[in-house]
Nanobody, 121 residues
């Protein structure tokens, strides 16, 4: 069974860059047809899709976050990385790494457990 594990700092100061890593086990991030997304959920709010990186290495972002978000990968470590720059306190959320077998259409079959990131000075 595929497993996804998010890791990174739990506290980031405003205006700094948030950086999270998703380590994927029991499945390759380069396997054809799979997309790897980052999603977040602020306290008391709904889920927000941030962006994905495809098996091919192509990436695509939520237009509202495109200027600040960057998703990359390390195929030797089977890891996906999210960077979100110039973070305001409103970026406080639980961040999830998920697998999308639907070609980037937002149907997810595997989720990480999520990691809480707080943006505060």
């Amino acid at each position: 069974q595929v497993q996804l594990q998010e890791s990174g700092p739990g506290l980031v100061k405003p205006s700094q860059t948030l950086s999270l890593t998703c380590t994927v086990s029991n499945g390759s991030i380069t396997t054809n047809s799979f997309y790897w997304s980052w999603i977040r959920q602020p306290p008391g709010k709904g889920l927000e899709w941030i962006g994905y990186i495809a098996y091919s290495g192509n990436s695509y972002y939520n237009p509202s976050l495109k200027r600040r978000a960057s998703i990359s990968r390390d195929t030797t470590k089977n890891q996906i990385t999210l960077q979100l720059s110039s973070v305001p306190p409103e970026d406080t959320a639980v961040y999830y790494c998920v697998r999308d077998p639907s070609g980037g259409w937002g149907s997810y079959d595997y989720w990480g457990q999520g990691t809480l990131v707080t943006v505060s000075s």
